[in-house]
């Protein structure tokens, strides 16, 4: 069992649709992150959540909105996307602060979405 | 802002055989980390190697060692004895010290050829 899980691994959704993304980390960690990835770009942070706080917003658009419940789990959810939302988004964890923290993110495998 | 470049969009090497990838790096900031990422096949990015600024020593982890050159603002990986699993994308990255923000790279493209 990997340390950071993220369903579903694919997901095809059409600009009218609602649908979430769904991470899990089982790190006792007390950050979370979502990124995404594009072809040819450099990963894109998109939102930074620690102690289930949102401490960071990179200009995202409104038709992304996380939700952090608890300091395990992290959701996207995504509604009237656009085609060039498609990409892979990652889910990441980390501990921020104290002796444990060594600015080391672990990843999950992502969700590949397809905006039609 | 920081800004991570890595010139090599694909590269290619022998099984067995060591290769070097490039990563060079701007910030005007003094402490800091800097990370190599590998993401293979499966999509999961997996921490390769992981090194602090202020240590001058080079990170090693098993067949992976990296030249940090702080002056010049470098940080390449070395592979060596390659194998066909290295088979992957690999992600430079960046972050300042007291801040787990990464700055990615775009990433180099590696083959190992049986």
């Known amino acids: 069992e990997t340390g950071v899980t993220q369903t579903p691994r694919h997901l095809v959704m059409g600009m009218t649709n609602k649908k979430s993304l769904k991470c899990e980390q089982h790190?006792?960690?007390?950050?979370m992150y979502w990124y995404k990835q594009s072809a040819k770009k450099p990963l894109e942070l998109m939102f930074v959540y620690s102690l289930e706080e949102r401490v960071e917003n990179n200009s995202v658009p409104s038709r992304f909105s996380p939700e952090c419940p608890n300091s395990s789990h992290l959701f996207l959810h995504l509604h009237t996307l656009q085609p060039e939302d498609s990409a892979l988004y990652l889910c990441a964890s980390s501990q921020r602060g104290g002796n444990r923290a060594k600015n080391i993110q672990y990843f999950g495998a992502g969700t590949r979405l397809s905006v039609l | 802002a920081q800004t991570v470049t890595q010139s090599q969009p694909e590269m290619s090497v022998q099984e067995a055989e060591t290769v070097t990838l490039s990563c060079t790096y701007d910030?005007?900031?003094?402490?800091?980390?800097l990370f190599w990422y590998k993401q293979p096949p499966s999509r999961q990015m997996i921490l390769v190697i992981r090194?602090?600024?202020?240590?001058?020593q080079n990170a090693t982890e098993n067949r992976f060692s990296v030249n940090f050159q702080k002056a010049a603002k470098s940080f390449s990986l070395k592979i060596s004895d390659s194998q066909l699993g290295d088979t992957a994308m690999y992600f430079c990255?960046?972050?300042?010290?007291?801040?787990?923000?990464?700055?990615f790279g775009t990433g180099t493209r590696l083959t190992i050829i049986p």
């Open positions: 090194q602090e600024a202020y240590k001058q």
């Open positions: 790190l006792g960690h007390n950050a």
């Open positions: 990255a960046f972050a300042n010290f007291g801040n787990e923000k990464l700055t």
């Open positions: 910030t005007s900031e003094n402490n800091y980390y």
